[in-house]
Nanobody
Framework: QVQLVESGGGLVQAGGSLRLSCAAS????????MGWFRQAPGKERDFVAA????????YYADSVKGRFTISRDNAKNTVYLQMNSLKPEDTAVYYC???????????????????WGQGTQVTVSS
């Protein structure tokens, strides 16, 4: 059973920073791509960032490029999302996601992911 547990959300002022963590369990973490998505009230769950297995290639939504950084620590079975220069429009519930199959290409859409964490709230005040 794959489990994903996010942490690190909170309330921050615009311009501030937060680091989200997602701890994975239940299988060999290093063989799977990982992703972060977010969902604001009344909106769809959107792609934020993803990282491949192996060399750790990274991918970002245009709205966060240059401000957010995704990384992974395979020894700790954890993926991170460092968020800098936060804006009020970054306010959302942030979800960690993982695909069912290993060694695959990185997904940039919700349909490519099969397992989801419970989410962590990020609120950016103006």
């Amino acid at each position: 059973q794959v489990q994903l547990v996010e942490s690190g959300g909170g309330l921050v002022q615009a311009g501030g920073s937060l680091r989200l963590s997602c701890a994975a369990s239940g299988r060999t973490f290093s063989s799977y791509a990982m992703g972060w998505f977010r969902q604001a009230p009344g909106k769809e769950r959107d792609f934020v960032a993803a990282i491949s297995w192996g060399v750790g290639n990274t991918y970002y939504a245009d709205s966060v490029k240059g401000r957010f950084t995704i990384s992974r620590d395979n020894a700790k079975n954890t993926v991170y999302l460092q968020m800098n220069s936060l804006k009020p429009e970054d306010t959302a519930v942030y979800y960690c996601a993982a695909p069912k199959l290993p060694l695959g290409s990185v997904g940039l859409t919700r349909a490519k992911y099969d397992y989801w964490g419970q989410g962590t709230q990020v609120t950016v005040s103006s």
